[in-house]
């Protein structure tokens, strides 16, 4: 059965998230599970399947993995050439990272749990990594108005209430920019990853409390208008608009539709608009991170 939100309960965003990986040549592809004395915790986390001891690429696997990835890279530009060649699209080059932040939990190790005995960080599900769950399983990160939870193939793997949060952050230094920290009251923390960075800032801003959905009625009266005139073309067994009120002030609304086509189970559409609910350009920050 898929996860639902308990009455007078509302679901805010649920986006697929996972532990982060190093991206930097000493920890590429890694990650680390450690106390707050920086010793390695996973022989002691109960339930955890056994995974690959995490050690940091000596010189020579360091260079190893920068040859690899220059491979890889002349690859994937060989083959867009060719797929342009052909009339197809090009291959779109992954992107970059931003600005190293932590060198000490970004290249020296790479810590995706920080946490003690009886910290809440420690019992976050092992699901969350990659490397031990089963191939195509699917976790979740989900937060509602009361909680947030982990679920995992429509389960709820682990929750811990709102309030035990104590501040999320973007973590610049990620291929993408999709990497964030939750920081839990207790002082533990943990490293996570979404699939986009869209679903990142969204989710560190729900979080942090830079973005805010908000309800029809704290909309402007030229906001309801416009969205009244969206809504009526929208099929009856539409869902509600996802109203967000972004960094900047600008309002975004989306809708999420049935496909179009068979290999597509939904669609979203949407916009954003200023107070009299004319289209409007989003600032940095309100919905791909911002360069500061």
Known sequence: MNWKPQPGEETLARFPASFATGTAATVAGRRSFRDRRRNDIETELSGWPEGKAFAVRRLPGRIGWHVRTVTSGLFAVAGGILSDLLGGSTIDPEPGRGKLEDRENEVADFPVMWAD???????LPWQLDPSRRPHGYVTEVVLTTQRLLVVGSG?????????????????????GHRDFQIVFQD??????T??????????????????????EAELSPAQR???SGAVSPLPADAA???????PSGLVRVEFTLSGCRKDVVSETRGFVMDDAGRD?????????????
């Open 117 to 123: 005995a009886g910290d809440i960080a420690r019992t």
């Open 225 to 227: 208008e416009r969205l």
């Open 240 to 246: 509600d608009p996802v109203i967000t009120k972004l």
């Open 280 to 292: 409007a350009t989003p600032a940095p920050g309100d919905i791909e991170p911002s360069k500061a």
């Open 155 to 175: 389960k709820v793997l682990w929750e811990t209430p709102a309030e035990s949060i104590a501040s999320a952050s973007f973590k610049r230094f990620s291929i």
């Open 187 to 192: 002082g533990s923390w943990a490293r996570l």
């Open 194 to 215: 979404t699939n986009a960075s869209l679903y990142t800032v969204e989710l560190v801003g729900l979080l942090s409390g830079s973005h805010r959905r908000l309800s």
